[in-house]
Nanobody, 126 residues
Framework: VQLQASGGGLVQAGGSLRLSCVAS????????VSWFRQAPGKERDFVAG????????YYTNSVKGRFAISRDNAKNTAYLEMNNLKPQDTAVYSC????????????????????WGQGTLVTVSS
């Protein structure tokens, strides 16, 4: 499976971006999907995830109410809608997939994911 992330860019604080993660090689429907981000000099952090089995979504506290993860299995694509962006959201955002459902206990652990896409850079200016 290959993942292609896109949609990053430069935006002013308060602005919005939508990231896309397109899967090829296998149907995305059998995978749970998450987004992680890594700011310069920092570790990779979980941002949001969507469960393959029940559609439940999970978010890190700092993005709740501002970001929304979704998926369109017909298009083999997952999305991360980001609103009210803040300078502290600046990072390289990567999508990752896990062939499992009921991921509540593991969704935030980057080591459990099967495949990763390349990152897309999001820069939020103040």
């Amino acid at each position: 499976v290959q993942l292609q992330a896109s949609g990053g860019g430069l935006v002013q604080a308060g602005g919005s971006l939508r990231l896309s993660c397109v899967a090829s090689g296998r149907t995305l429907a059998i995978y749970s999907v998450s987004w992680f981000r890594q700011a310069p000099g920092k570790e990779r952090d979980f941002v949001a995830g969507i469960d393959q089995s029940d559609g439940n979504t999970y978010y890190t506290n700092s993005v709740k109410g501002r970001f929304a993860i979704s998926r369109d299995n017909a298009k083999n694509t997952a999305y991360l809608e980001m609103n009210n962006l803040k300078p502290q959201d600046t990072a390289v955002y990567s999508c990752a997939i896990l062939q499992a459902g009921n991921i509540r206990q593991i969704v935030r652990n980057p080591t459990v994911y099967d495949f990763w896409g390349q990152g897309t850079l999001v820069t939020v200016s103040s």
